[in-house]
């Protein structure tokens, strides 16, 4: 199971590596690890997913809460997360009826960028990381070649209490 951990730190040179020399010392297994500003540029916000039980994500909260750069570490259920990953895909495209079909489907189900020439599309999508596992899946079992792509790791974020 995903335990995804919030983890808010000072904008140090430095830090990310502190981060994932723990965790590989440790031998937590790491899905994804994203780092990104916040409204203060002194404050950076890491999203790292990792794979194991509530029980192993407890633990790898407690070894990050010891770094002397970390300002707090929070372990979001799923239910009290908003998460997004953005994926780019590069798509071989043989026919215009083939390129319609996967146009298509990418306009019913994502909000994205489109960039084409005769023989390729290189879509842009964000979704959650199910979402874009499923539209990978879908490429793949389809007569649309996937050549190519990348993904960029979860971001979360708390839902608003209502």
Same mark, same amino acid.
């Given at each position: *199971? ?6 808010? $730190? ?17 031998? @937590?297994? +790491?899905?994804?690890?994203? $780092?990104?500003? #916040? ?6 916000? *890491? #999203? ?7 029980? !192993?994500? %407890?633990? $790898? ?6 770094? +002397? ?6 372990? *979001? ?7 997004? !990953? ?18 298509? !489907?990418?306009?019913?189900? @994502?909000?994205? %960028? ?9 879509? !842009? ?9 499923? @539209?990978?899946?879908? *490429? ?9 792509? +990348? ?12």
């Amino acid at each position: *199971m995903k335990q995804i951990l919030s983890v808010v $730190v000072q904008n140090n040179a430095g830090i990310l590596s502190r981060v994932a020399s723990l965790l590989r010392r440790k031998c @937590f297994n +790491i899905d994804s690890l994203t $780092v990104g500003r #916040t409204s203060d540029n002194t404050i950076s916000r *890491m #999203t790292i997913v990792i794979l194991g039980d509530r029980k !192993e994500a %407890e633990k $790898v909260a407690l070894q990050l809460d010891k770094l +002397i750069e970390i300002q707090s570490v929070e372990i *979001m259920a799923p239910e009290t997360a908003i998460t997004r !990953e953005i994926a780019i895909a590069r798509l071989g495209i043989h026919t215009n009826a083939e390129e319609k079909k996967c146009l298509k !489907e990418v306009d019913k189900i @994502f909000h994205t %960028e489109i960039y084409r020439n005769e023989e390729e599309v290189c879509v !842009e999508l964000i979704d959650t990381a199910q979402g874009l596992d499923h @539209f990978l899946d879908k *490429m793949k079992k389809s007569d649309i070649e996937v050549r190519e792509w +990348i993904r960029s790791g979860i971001i979360a974020i708390k839902k608003p209490k209502n």
